[in-house]
């Protein structure tokens, strides 16, 4: 600016009112530039919701609100029945499960990494966690059904059904017969898939900690998990529950990977290890085939499925608003 403006006093009055022209020309197209990029994102989230509701449309028509609470899917029934309580029962608790998996390991790692890891294993245990992130879901889904739904099947599974039978409540919920194809394999691939975006961004804010209070926590005595508790986990919380959400949002939404393992029955069962489907793995295994009001039920999957991923962020806007409010106060 300093070699602008002594051009600008050297020029005549004509140069200087050109050049501030100039100026004021480029500040204003990118002004329209940036509003028109922003303005596009909310263009687009529009269409897609308008499409979705317009061949969602015969559906709603023809089953309204009992859709939400029928668990029969009946395509091929005169007229198709059709019920989409089974993909969002099997949705919810795949994400549930997942989380539940996904959330203290990432931590743990995190946690180890920032905190506990030595120089020399930090990056070979991150690039490891950015090659996870980056292996197409597909690759996940195949390791999943030769590799990981046989050993869960021989091992794991009985092991479980062995120990909590009999038990009231955990003996239904662990209930056999042991099967490759479950929802508690489902659950556990996607628990792996979101792993490094939880990992990645709580490593990330929790290397934005001053290093001044956690030397200062360690100087009066605190232990190392101690200092995680107090220090650490309080001073990043919101930055750790937004990328716990973000991987929720992708366990939500997760297709290629659920299909292959999951079963794609729509039975519900009390039990982990039984087949179920989620809402994006009926659609995927079933949208080829279909057509009429079968396609528009499918359709219709697919706008619930952006409501309950709409309302899940929605919710943990809300969460990180009132965190920040508090840490403000």
Known sequence: MAVQSDVMEAAGPYDRARALNAFKLGDVTFYWITRACAISVLLILGGIILSLFIGAWPAIQQYGLPFLWTARWAPSADPPVLGALGPMYGT??????????????????????????????????????????????????????????????????????????????????????????????????????????????????????????????????????????????????????????????????ETMAVTFIIGNSFHISSSIFAPGTTISAAIASEFAESDGLHQSGLILLGLLLFVLTFFVLAAARLMLMRLEKQAGN
């Open 92 to 253: 919810l608790v795949t994400s549930f499960i997942a989380m539940l998996i996904a959330i203290p390991v990432g931590l743990g790692i995190a946690i180890f990494l920032t905190e506990l890891c030595p120089q020399w294993l930090r990056r070979p245990i991150g690039i490891a966690i950015e090659l996870l992130a980056g292996i197409p879901s597909i690759i996940y889904g195949m390791w999943g059904f030769f590799v990981l739904g046989p050993f869960l099947a021989y091992t794991f599974q009985p092991f479980m059904i062995k120990v909590f039978d009999g038990v009231p409540v955990l003996g239904s919920i662990f209930a056999g017969p042991p099967s490759y194809l479950s929802l508690f394999n489902a659950a556990l691939i996607l628990a792996i898939m979101v792993l490094p975006f939880i990992t990645a961004i709580s490593v990330d804010v929790f290397k934005t900690v001053p290093p001044v209070l956690k030397e200062a926590a360690y100087g009066v005595g605190c232990t190392t998990w101690e200092v995680v508790r107090n220090v650490v986990i309080p001073y990043t919380r919101v930055g750790v529950i937004g990328g716990i959400m973000l991987a929720l949002g992708r366990a939500l939404g």
